[in-house]
């Protein structure tokens, strides 16, 4: 793909026929909101990470599609270099502010902190003296804290929009990049993955994504197989949460600890991929050198500190704000998941291209295989995606694993097309009819997806 491809800018008559009774409705709302039409629109669509999990922010590839599900703003440029912010959800409280100057909050955020990290991100990278000012209604339909990007997908559309509506050009590629930077002004030290399927992705394709640099393949999945998303029903706000960027904290020990066991300059050396092209191992061989290095249970903070000879305070130094309280690291097991789910990654694309015979057990025992890991050696599963992954497996699926960051959110499952209408049902049955909260707005938490397009503007 080529590093200058744009996002198409559209004419509003090519919305998808199904969409534009939504984007009409959009419409109406923001003219009895702001008291005017919206210029352009922008969306952003989540994503399912088919496997792949807790990798690409360790450089290792991963294999993600896009959703139908999406964020879209409805967008008209003020000249008073003011910020107005509404959604559409009535519990999501509205904001203003200068759009020169504005703060982002790490404490609890609110949704529109992402749309400040993304407006933020193109603003510095474009070296804005005088963006103009914004009035946004948004409008989502990715469930939000579910682990299907519902956080980068705003982060990607203000970002969008922040370009189209100051006159400036930026690639696919480098608009993935900035945002993915930017989320960290909300205090997640991702990879960029969301970022890179959100605006890469192309309609009934996955991609294999890869980083340093940035590049993606396409990956044809088998036919006569759907993918379904099943909700968890348990939320879990990464950046509100320490237990994402503890998992980059323990990553990222384990990598300097081998490095410096291996006399590498190890303070340099800051992901597990980093290190394996450092050593010029296979990955076999890195999962030998984990299984060498560490021992199976944790290790405090004085260990570390010897391990690597140094101080406590200036390990501490290398944490983020809300991982200074963990005490001990887990390091041989979230290793030992990253090189192994690195292979799945692997293992699962070539299965893919080569089309070969049985490969739909042979990528659904990849993707049980991806859960177990997630729950056992990452730890980032919880009781109710455990339920609803066994649930999708006794339903027939080939596989079923979580998907996202974890800790709640969605689990995917891969199913014989035909099967569909079966497998929901069933699944419905052991999982959701248990219980009222789980089963109300069944629709939104048990459904089949197929692979969507990339980010979009649409000229209003």
Known sequence: ??????????????????????????????????????????????????????????????????IQQDIVMAVCPNQS?????VNTNPTFKSFSTSIRNFTISKEKPEWFNYVLCGLKGIAEFSKLDKPVGLSILTDGTVPKSAGLSSSSALVCCAGLTMMYANDLNISKLELADICAKCEQYIGTEGGGMDQSICFLAEAGKAKHIEFNPLRATDVTLPSAVSFIICNSCTEMNKASTSHFNQRVVEDRLACQIMAKSKNLDWKKVRRLGDLQVSLECSI??????????FKRTPYSKVEVCKLLDVSEQELNASLSDNTLHVLEFKLHDRAKHVFSEAS????????????????????????????ASCRDLYECSCPELDEVTEACR????????????GWGG???????????????????SKFYSKDAKRESNIDAKLFATVPGRGAVVYKA
């Open 1 to 66: 793909m080529s590093t200058n491809t744009l996002v198409p800018v559209l004419e509003r008559n090519q919305i998808h026929a199904s969409m534009k009774e939504r984007y009409v409705d959009l419409t109406k709302k923001f003219e009895a909101h702001f008291g005017c039409k919206p210029v352009f629109f922008c969306r952003a669509p989540g994503r399912v990470n088919l496997i792949g999990e807790h990798i690409d922010y360790c450089g290792y590839s991963v294999l993600p599609m896009a």
């Open 81 to 85: 270099q003011q910020l107005n912010l």
């Open 394 to 405: 006794q339903a027939g699926a080939f596989g079923a694993r979580l998907t996202g960051a």
């Open 344 to 371: 799945r990654v692997i293992q699962f694309k070539k299965i893919c291209n080569e089309a070969q015979d049985g490969c739909h057990k042979l990528l659904g025992d990849l993707m049980n295989q991806s859960h």
């Open 284 to 293: 076999e061989e890195m999962l030998e050198l984990v299984d060498n290095t």
């Open 410 to 428: 969605c689990a995917v499952a891969m199913v014989q097309t035909s099967d569909v209408p079966n497998f929901i049902q069933s699944v419905h």
